[in-house]
């Protein structure tokens, strides 16, 4: 099996419209609802997008706890159905 590197970086504010084209069928049912453009607006330091040969490859929006900032909240996780994880 060819292994495909994946680079991993902050998110972006422009990153939303790649992400929310592609998180339905990453999910296999609509959820793009519950990832609303203002969690990539305000937490993009604490989200991460993985990118490959093809484009995105993977994505993490969360975010730390205000009250607790040594706890982290994690909204949302996407990878295509095709990434094998080990």
């Known amino acids: 099996m060819r292994m495909t ?3 991993v970086r902050a998110a972006r504010p422009e990153d939303y419209d790649d992400i ?3 998180v339905d069928d990453w999910w296999g049912r609509p959820v793009s609802a519950g990832l609303p453009q203002l ?4 937490f993009y330091t604490s ?6 040969h093809r484009g995105l490859a993977g994505f993490l929006v969360a975010f730390l706890s205000p009250a607790r ?3 982290g909240y994690v909204h949302f996780v996407g990878i295509p ?5 080990g």
Do not use: I, N, Q
């Open 20 to 22: 929310v084209s592609v």
């Open 5 to 7: 590197t994946v680079e």
């Open 81 to 85: 159905l095709c990434v094998s994880l």
């Open 39 to 42: 969690f990539l607006d305000h």
């Open 69 to 71: 900032p040594d706890v």
């Open 47 to 52: 989200s991460r997008v993985g990118e490959d």
